[in-house]
């Protein structure tokens, strides 16, 4: 299972940015898709998360500027990233989880930088 993530780069201060990451090497149902991020210092976090029948859990201090959506047919999740803050900086994960697996695997990571 590979996933390829593509977006991020440098914005200022109440910009957007939106991060795509597509799934690739498995035709078994991908029952979560996600973002996670960390930053410098600090432990990896959970960002948003969407299940297969599109139920989102996301973390308190992304909702309301943060948008997490799925195309089951491609096999992608997105990320779209309003108002961002200096906070937000960091490299952002992709993540899946299979159906009937407990195999997490992840991406590449791609750096996401909010400047001031």
């Known amino acids: 299972v590979q996933l390829q993530a593509s977006g991020g780069g440098l914005v200022q201060v109440g910009g957007s940015l939106s991060l795509s990451c597509v799934v690739s090497?498995?035709?078994?149902?991908?029952?979560?898709m996600g973002w996670y991020r960390q930053a410098p210092g600090k432990q990896r976090e959970l960002v948003a998360a969407?299940?297969?029948?599109?139920?989102?859990n996301s973390a308190d201090s992304v909702r309301g500027r943060f948008t997490i959506s799925r195309e089951n047919a491609k096999n992608t999740v997105y990320l779209q990233m309003n108002s961002l803050k200096p906070d937000d900086t960091a490299v952002y994960y992709c993540?899946?989880?299979?159906?009937?697996?407990?195999?997490?695997?992840w991406g590449q990571g791609t750096q996401v930088t909010v400047s001031s």
């Open positions: 993540h899946c989880r299979l159906r009937y697996s407990r195999a997490d695997y």
């Open positions: 090497g498995t035709s078994r149902t991908i029952d979560v």
């Open positions: 969407i299940s297969d029948s599109g139920t989102i």
